[in-house]
T-cell receptor, first 114, second 115 residues
Framework: DTAVSQTPKYLVTQMGNDKSIKCEQN?????MYWYKQDSKKFLKIMFS???????INETVPNRFSPKSPDKAHLNLHINSLELGDSAVYFC?????????????FGSGTRLTVV | AQTVTQSQPEMSVQEAETVTLSCTYD???????LFWYKQPPSRQMILVIR??????QNATENRFSVNFQKAAKSFSLKISDSQLGDAAMYFC????????????FGKGTHLIIQP
């Protein structure tokens, strides 16, 4: 069983479109995250979220929004896609207050905006 | 805000040799955790090793060990007996203690293993 699964693995779309990336974890973790890895491989956190608190990195455009239907899911919605949104997006999870055995990462979604 | 610096964009080592990847960080916190992640071409993020700041003993995991110098805010990764499968991007990362904070990553070091 995959611990953190993301779909789709690849996504090619046109500028201006709205798209979603789904993430599910079966580890029972209470906190989930979205990271963006740019073309230079730099990883930066976008959001951290548990059922009580959403922490947004202030540099993230408001076109990006996380949506969590339940504790095991954190989807990423992106409106009005721009060329600069092309990147690999990683979902991850952890259990708040415990030592990291990690952060468990999904396998990433490569988003290409054309 | 915390920052993590990896000053070596790329390193190369002969198979079976030892290589050390550098990482420094800046923080005003006393409670935190440090990590090294490996990202092979498959792009999967794989935890290599972690270190709790309150522990003086350096962490080791088989061929991987760290040199944690808390006063100097340095956290280097040593890979012994390098293998072809070690070729990957390596990221140093920082996490504040206790919270739901995410990881702050360095920019990564691309490790090449020469056969």
């Amino acid at each position: 069983d995959t611990a953190v699964s993301q779909t789709p693995k690849y996504l090619v779309t046109q500028m201006g479109n709205d798209k979603s990336i789904k993430c599910e974890q079966n580890l029972g973790h209470d906190t989930m995250y979205w990271y963006k890895q740019d073309s230079k491989k730099f990883l930066k956190i976008m959001f951290s979220y548990n059922n009580k608190e959403l922490i947004i990195n202030e540099t993230v455009p408001n076109r990006f929004s996380p949506k969590s239907p339940d504790k095991a899911h954190l989807n990423l919605h992106i409106n009005s896609l721009e060329l600069g949104d092309s990147a690999v997006y990683f979902c991850a999870s952890s259990q708040k207050g415990t030592l990291n055995y990690g952060y468990t990462f999904g396998s990433g979604t490569r988003l290409t905006v054309v | 805000a915390q920052t993590v610096t990896q000053s070596q964009p790329e390193m190369s080592v002969q198979e079976a040799e030892t290589v050390t990847l550098s990482c420094t960080y800046d923080t005003s916190e006393s409670d935190y955790y440090l990590f090294w992640y490996k990202q092979p071409p498959s792009r999967q993020m794989i935890l290599v090793i972690r270190q709790e700041a309150y522990k003086q003993q350096n962490a080791t995991e088989n061929r991987f060990s760290v040199n944690f110098q808390k006063a100097a805010k340095s956290f280097s990764l040593k890979i012994s007996d390098s293998q072809l499968g070690d070729a990957a991007m390596y990221f140093c990362a920082y996490r504040s203690g206790g919270g739901a904070d995410g990881l702050t990553f360095g920019k990564g070091t691309h490790l090449i293993i020469q056969p």
